[in-house]
């Protein structure tokens, strides 16, 4: 049991470039989140989803897209990176009241 | 909106020393409140929670009590270690959203 998993670990991007960010959980658990976390701050909430192929915009959704085609992967998809979107991703699973975090990707966009 | 409050840090604890972290929060109906722990490069771990008015939840020497009349969850030890140096965030559940505060870091010295 893994619990959840993300991929990469550290990613540089250019400003304008694309890339997807992995989340794979297999607790089967139907509710996932991503999360960004700025230095100094809290999580913000930025997409979430109840189950495979319901998704819904959490606090700061601008930029980024997901998807849910199956209950274990939630990815994220940065489509034109930009500097504000450098910080720490985080996503996690929900099962009842706790929630499961991965151990987070760290994302620069130079 | 819903949003959580806590106390900005850092704080410095000598070991055996008292803990607390205030946490305040504003939530239409009636949330389920949350402490959740972050040591250094890893996601959120849940530390304790309480899902209704006057609920104590405790974990590992902390706890925290739901009060409804000051909307408040203050976490307390009473004895830290060094162990327990790291970033705590209070965090409201409300509908299928987490609401996370900004983070307290703690660091206890021997």
């Known amino acids: 049991n893994a619990g959840v998993t993300q991929t990469p670990k550290f990613r540089i991007l250019k400003i304008g470039q694309s890339m997807t960010l992995q989340c794979t959980q297999d607790m089967n658990h139907n509710y996932m989140y991503w999360y960004r976390q700025d230095p100094g701050m809290g999580l913000k909430l930025i997409y979430y989803s109840v189950g495979a192929g319901i998704t819904d915009k959490g606090e700061v959704p601008n930029g980024y897209n997901v998807s849910r085609s199956t209950t274990e992967d939630f990815p994220l998809r940065l489509e034109l990176a930009a500097p504000s979107q450098t910080s720490v991703y985080f996503c996690a699973s929900t099962e009842g009241y706790e929630q499961f975090f991965g151990p987070g990707t760290r994302l620069t966009v130079l | ?110």
């Not at chain 2, 055996?16 to 305040?24: D, K, M, P, Q, S």
Request: glycine share 10%; net charge negative.
């Open chain 2, 1 to 110: 909106g819903d949003s959580v409050t806590q106390m900005e840090g850092p704080v410095t604890l000598s070991e055996e020393a008292f803990l607390t972290i205030n946490c305040t929060y504003t939530a239409t109906g009636y949330p389920s409140l949350f402490w959740y722990v972050q040591y250094p490069g890893e996601g959120l771990q849940l530390l304790l929670k309480a899902t209704k008015a006057d609920d104590k939840g405790s974990n590992k020497g902390f706890e925290a009590t739901y009060r409804k009349e000051t909307t408040s969850f203050h976490l307390e030890k009473g004895s830290v270690q060094v162990s327990d140096s790291a970033v705590y965030f209070c965090a409201l559940l409300t509908g299928n959203q987490f609401y996370f505060g900004t983070g307290t870091s703690l660091t206890v010295i021997p």
